[in-house]
């Protein structure tokens, strides 16, 4: 499967995969924090906001939108601003067939390329082997892509009667030196150009 993917900048209408990819993580599962899965329109703002400044990219199958990923600011203050946090959701039905894997590694292009250079995860885990909405597959799946582990927060979460705790994980994606450049805020002329593509067919 993950040899037909294409990857590309989300656009305006991929809000209705997007919301509903989303929507089961928010439904049935402790992946997401979020109680009430956000409709077409929210999601596409969402899109609009971190698009402005940081990559917002899809996976699709024969023009199917199968998976999404972004990157966001980590805080608000001047000196955060070569770190970001990112996000990950992949179909239910097309999940472990290299997909997080491929937006992932485009993500990853792209933020190098604007000159970020770290990038965060904040990650919910399961307190017990036996809970039925959250396992150790994503802190897994992140660890096979070079991220490590900064630390867990206890009990930070509560959803579905349930308390889970979060753990922080990074990875550094370029050199740490004294007067860095300021990252830029924009994608590659190339992506966004294929996104404008989509848009006018």
Not at 63 to 90: L, P
Not at 133 to 147: A, D, E, K, P
Request: hydrophobic share 40%; with cysteine; charged share 25%.
């Amino acid at each position: 499967m993950s040899d037909n993917i294409t990857i590309r900048p989300a656009c305006g209408d991929d809000a209705a995969a997007l919301a509903r990819i989303y929507a089961h993580y928010v439904e049935k599962t402790a992946i997401t924090f979020e109680y009430t899965a956000p409709d077409m329109a929210e999601m596409e703002r969402r899109r609009q906001e971190i698009s402005r400044h940081y990559p917002y990219l899809v996976a699709e199958i024969d023009g199917k939108v199968i998976g999404y990923a972004y990157a966001h600011a980590f805080y608000g203050r001047e000196a955060y601003a070569w770190s970001v946090e990112s996000s990950i959701y992949v179909n239910v039905n097309a999940r472990k067939h290299g997909i997080g894997r491929k937006l992932y590694e485009a993500m990853e292009e792209e933020l190098k390329f604007m000159g970020i250079l770290n990038i965060n995860a904040c990650i919910a885990v399961p307190r017990d082997d036996q809970d039925p909405y959250v396992t150790n597959g994503s802190l897994n799946f992140h660890q096979r892509l070079g991220y490590t582990l900064v630390g867990r927060f206890h009990n930070s979460g509560y959803k579905f009667d349930r308390w889970y705790d979060v753990v922080w994980m990074e990875k550094m994606i370029g050199p740490h030196t004294i007067y860095p450049k300021f990252p830029a805020k924009k994608i590659r002329p190339l992506r966004m150009r294929l996104c404008r593509i989509k848009l006018m067919k």
